[in-house]
């Protein structure tokens, strides 16, 4: 079927609401064809993927929609930029880097979008509510509204999200409609002890195999025993929207379109049923580490960005400790929750410990990391996903916990005993 | 000749030696968009240089990001010269619309079946024309 525009959506696109949501329109509509939508529908808010700097092409689109007025017209936050706008000079982040990245972000800033930089928007008081329609770019804020919170969005790829923000519309496709939010597969989790499904460091490795298992469909996952706190969940949505294009996904009991199995199928049977088990979790647990038993560089925790809960786990270990004077010690997370944990006494015995952080980023998004870093250990599904092609790192998977006991001890260090 | 229908996503002429996958592929941490080669470690393409090749894929992976990625790979001439994949992908089809809309650079996103995307093997020289069709010497149906 064609896609029907309303009036002002051709409004939009002849030009009447000036040249910058007229590019911003015309993009939309040849994209709402791709996606085979009938119409297009209204969102009440986005956050802009797009934001993040990448080279010379995604900074001339930036400034192309900016030179020409665009503004977003519903509240819009905005995802990590590619540098960290008051530290940048204390890493080996190079100036004409650093420039052109400020300068993106700053074009994004003049459409009027919040200047959150963050890849967690969902932990700040920017947080949509459940059953809303809206436009999200970031694999990990997309899984997240669309799982944990029950928020509606489609998987919006970067250069997208801002056309939706500035024309306030979104193509009606996929997970913005009820019957695409059903479960696909389903998959049981068969002997995993509950002490190990209270361990943070479960999450990610569960992702990662339902990245694997869905790729784009939606996983419902039952037999879980004990409820996951909202980090555990935003850990396994992070990963497997990295190791699949998960978007969506349903864990019975927990996540709000999954009282029942039944709610989450939406009554329908699933297309395909499978156990996980123990042995399949520990082979995922090592695909997560490409180097094992290493002498340590640097620990990197806070990817997605770090909340205020995780500093406040991290307080905990590392309160009255001190970091082996060799290894770094890095968390990325957004301004708005480093302010808070400083305001709330958090922040310092993590600075008292040795680490460093760095807000608006994080090391996937900005070439912060020194060259004699070789192998970094940290507690993030996306970051063990993503680091040894992006930064050429030898990288080991572990809980916080384990990370912390690393870097006191200089080495790598894993707390097996879970996984047994 | 044999002729493989594909349907045109994005529209366009294209010609390369084919490089096939059945793995899904990030871009972002996947693609070096100065080289065009293929740096997702954990890939079966890794290594492979991509640039002015059809890129022949089921979907994209993972991360928004993709999508500006390609788009960097556009601007710099390192872009494989076409996509196929085997259903519709919005991802790539936005990198391609915006290179048109930005620097008139654009390559033909092209879904094509699975049992095609079979029939295609690394190294065949294809050519791609405006309507979808897809002309080799050999596929191996």
């Given at each position: 079927?064609?896609?029907?525009?309303?009036?002002?959506?051709?409004?939009?696109?002849?030009?009447?609401?000036?040249?910058?949501?007229?590019?911003?329109?015309?993009?939309?509509?040849?994209?709402?064809?791709?996606?085979e939508a009938d119409e297009l529908l209204d969102i009440v808010g986005a956050h802009i993927d797009s934001s993040i700097y990448v080279g010379d092409a995604g900074l001339e689109y930036a400034e192309r929609l900016a030179s020409l007025g665009a503004k977003v017209s519903v509240p819009?936050?905005?995802?990590?930029?590619?540098?960290?706008?008051?530290?940048?000079?204390?890493?080996?982040?190079?100036?004409?880097?650093?420039?052109?990245?400020?300068?993106?972000?700053?074009?994004?800033?003049?459409?009027?979008?919040?200047?959150?930089?963050?890849?967690?928007?969902?932990?700040?008081?920017?947080?949509?509510?459940?059953?809303?329609?809206?436009?999200?770019?970031?694999?990990?804020?997309?899984?997240?509204?669309?799982?944990?919170?029950?928020?509606?969005?489609?998987?919006?790829?970067?250069?997208?999200?801002?056309?939706?923000?500035?024309?306030?519309?979104?193509?009606?496709?996929?997970?913005?409609?009820?019957?695409?939010?059903?479960?696909?597969?389903?998959?049981?989790?068969?002997?995993?002890?509950?002490?190990?499904?209270?361990?943070?460091?479960f999450y990610p490795v569960l992702g990662y195999l339902l990245g694997q298992i869905a790729q784009d469909r939606v996983p419902v996952v039952d037999g879980l025993t004990v409820t996951p706190t909202e980090d555990q969940l935003k850990a396994l949505g992070a990963t497997a929207a990295?190791?699949?294009?998960?978007?969506?996904?349903?864990?019975?009991?927990?996540?709000?379109?999954?009282?029942?199995?039944?709610?989450?199928?939406?009554?329908?049977?699933?297309?395909?049923?499978?156990?996980?088990?123990?042995?399949?979790?520990?082979?995922?647990?090592?695909?997560?580490?490409?180097?094992?038993?290493?002498?340590?560089?640097?620990?990197?925790l806070g990817s997605p960005h770090f909340s205020l809960a995780e500093f406040r786990q991290l307080a905990r270990l590392a309160v009255g400790k001190s970091q082996h004077p060799r290894v770094q010690f890095l968390v990325t997370t957004s301004r708005i929750v480093r302010d808070v944990?400083?305001?709330?006494?958090?922040?310092?015995?993590?600075?008292?410990?040795?680490?460093?952080?760095?807000?608006?980023?994080?090391?996937?998004?900005?070439?912060?990391?020194?060259?004699?870093?070789?192998?970094?250990?940290?507690?993030?599904?996306?970051?063990?996903?993503?680091?040894?092609?992006?930064?050429?790192?030898?990288?080991?998977?572990?809980?916080?916990?384990?990370?912390?006991?690393?870097?006191?001890?200089?080495?790598?260090?894993?707390?097996?005993?879970?996984?047994? | 000749?044999?002729?493989?229908?594909?349907?045109?996503?994005?529209?366009?002429?294209?010609?390369?030696?084919?490089?096939?996958?059945?793995?899904?592929?990030?871009?972002?941490?996947?693609?070096?968009?100065?080289?065009?080669?293929?740096?997702?470690?954990?890939?079966?393409?890794?290594?492979?240089?991509?640039?002015?090749?059809?890129?022949?894929?089921?979907?994209?992976?993972?991360?928004?990001?993709?999508?500006?990625?390609?788009?960097?790979?556009?601007?710099?001439?390192?872009?494989?010269?076409?996509?196929?994949?085997?259903?519709?992908?919005?991802?790539?089809?936005?990198?391609?619309?915006?290179?048109?809309?930005?620097?008139?650079?654009?390559?033909?996103?092209?879904?094509?079946?699975?049992?095609?995307?079979?029939?295609?093997?690394?190294?065949?020289?294809?050519?791609?024309?405006?309507?979808?069709?897809?002309?080799?010497?050999?596929?191996?149906?």
């Amino acid at each position: 079927m064609a896609l029907r525009l309303t009036d002002k959506d051709q409004a939009m696109l002849s030009g009447k609401h000036g040249p910058a949501t007229q590019m911003a329109m015309r993009i939309l509509v040849r994209m709402a064809e791709v996606y085979e939508a009938d119409e297009l529908l209204d969102i009440v808010g986005a956050h802009i993927d797009s934001s993040i700097y990448v080279g010379d092409a995604g900074l001339e689109y930036a400034e192309r929609l900016a030179s020409l007025g665009a503004k977003v017209s519903v509240p819009t936050t905005l995802n990590v930029t590619g540098v960290d706008e008051h530290h940048w000079q204390e890493w080996p982040v190079p100036r004409e880097w650093a420039e052109k990245a400020q300068r993106q972000a700053d074009a994004y800033k003049s459409m009027g979008a919040i200047p959150t930089w963050t890849c967690a928007p969902y932990q700040t008081e920017h947080k949509p509510k459940f059953g809303e329609q809206i436009a999200w770019g970031e694999s990990n804020p997309i899984v997240f509204a669309n799982s944990v919170i029950g928020a509606r969005t489609e998987r919006y790829p970067d250069l997208l999200d801002v056309c939706c923000a500035i024309t306030g519309r979104a193509p009606a496709v996929g997970l913005h409609r009820t019957e695409n939010r059903a479960g696909q597969i389903l998959v049981r989790l068969a002997d995993v002890p509950e002490r190990l499904q209270a361990d943070d460091s479960f999450y990610p490795v569960l992702g990662y195999l339902l990245g694997q298992i869905a790729q784009d469909r939606v996983p419902v996952v039952d037999g879980l025993t004990v409820t996951p706190t909202e980090d555990q969940l935003k850990a396994l949505g992070a990963t497997a929207a990295s190791s699949g294009a998960v978007a969506l996904f349903h864990i019975v009991g927990v996540t709000p379109e999954a009282q029942t199995l039944e709610a989450a199928f939406q009554g329908r049977p699933p297309q395909e049923t499978m156990e996980l088990t123990m042995a399949d979790l520990r082979a995922t647990r090592e695909q997560l580490s490409t180097g094992a038993g290493e002498t340590l560089d640097m620990v990197v925790l806070g990817s997605p960005h770090f909340s205020l809960a995780e500093f406040r786990q991290l307080a905990r270990l590392a309160v009255g400790k001190s970091q082996h004077p060799r290894v770094q010690f890095l968390v990325t997370t957004s301004r708005i929750v480093r302010d808070v944990a400083q305001a709330t006494g958090v922040l310092q015995p993590v600075l008292d410990f040795g680490a460093r952080l760095t807000v608006d980023t994080c090391i996937l998004a900005t070439p912060m990391l020194p060259p004699e870093i070789k192998t970094i250990m940290t507690n993030s599904g996306k970051y063990a996903y993503y680091s040894p092609g992006l930064l050429g790192v030898r990288h080991v998977y572990g809980s916080m916990a384990d990370c912390v006991e690393s870097a006191i001890a200089g080495h790598v260090i894993r707390d097996e005993s879970l996984w047994k | 000749m044999e002729v493989i229908q594909g349907r045109p996503i994005v529209p366009g002429m294209a010609s390369g030696e084919a490089l096939v996958t059945n793995e899904p592929l990030s871009f972002w941490g996947g693609y070096d968009a100065q080289t065009g080669e293929i740096i997702d470690r954990r890939h079966p393409l890794s290594g492979q240089i991509a640039a002015g090749k059809v890129l022949i894929l089921p979907f994209h992976r993972g991360s928004s990001t993709t999508t500006a990625m390609l788009l960097e790979a556009l601007r710099a001439g390192t872009a494989p010269a076409a996509i196929l994949t085997t259903g519709i992908d919005p991802f790539f089809a936005l990198a391609s619309i915006v290179g048109e809309e930005l620097f008139d650079k654009s390559i033909p996103i092209v879904s094509i079946s699975k049992e095609h995307a079979a029939a295609i093997h690394t190294g065949q020289r294809l050519d791609m024309a405006e309507d979808g069709t897809i002309r080799s010497r050999g596929f191996s149906f």
